[in-house]
């Protein structure tokens, strides 16, 4: 059964999501709609993107992802389909699609006008239809020409040398985790065996392998299912009670 996830800022109160979901079944009443998540902050893309990156490889090759946030905001350049690692991306050029890898798609297609219509709710009305018919069988070719205007963002990327890796939060969870764009490969290449992990006010010389590793209230790093590191305080806030929000710094200060 074929794949389509549903990711965007739509929130669960309205009728937006069952709305796109009814027309891409209207399509293909035989396709599986998974849903990513809905309450995402409105334009939130940096939020979305990384939900996005963190989740597409753990669907199987060819599933289809729309995407839908900020589908009629100003910054919205039209309505592309993306190829990349053997899945297929529909949503926007607003930038959030560029997020996704660190390198660019094999395929990018801009729709044509001929599949487009003036619509208030353009995620119902143009992206669920191509949608659903790309996981039926159709090739995103099929709908448009090369996109030659891929909107790109830059992320931010820690900075690394033999001394240091300056890093950011990526996410506070809703447990008050920080996830980092700190990666495990970095650190295991330059870690000369002795290290201190400092955020906020606190500091750490060792790293965790789990958030029962320490006791309730205290500072907890470790390298977590994405292999970025995650810090926090087990059974408590770590983002209230450490000061720490998205973009804030983290380092670690390497000893030779």
Known sequence: MAIVT??????????????VKAKI????????????AHNIEPFDIAHAAFLLRSTFRD??????????????????HGFIGIKLEEHIFIG??????????????GIMVQFADIHLKDSTFPAKDILAPIAGKVASGAAIHDFGGPLTNFRKLMPRHP???REKIVGHVLRVDCYGNLITNIRKDIFDTLNPGKFTVEFGRESLTKLHKGY????????FAFFNSLDLLEIGI????????LGLKYDSMIQINFEA
């Open 59 to 76: 669907f199987p090759k060819g599933t289809v992802h729309l995407v839908a946030l900020n589908t009629t905001g100003s910054i919205t």
């Open 25 to 36: 079944l209207a399509i293909n009443p035989q396709l599986n709609i998974i849903d990513i």
């Open 6 to 19: 549903f990711l965007s800022d739509f929130g669960d109160k309205d009728y937006y999501v069952p709305a």
């Open 234 to 241: 087990y059974h408590g806030d770590g983002g209230g009670l």
């Open 159 to 161: 900075k690394a040398t």
């Open 212 to 219: 029962d590793q320490v006791e309730p209230g205290d500072c």
């Open 92 to 105: 926007p050029n607003n930038g959030i699609l560029s997020l996704l890898a660190d390198q660019d798609p």
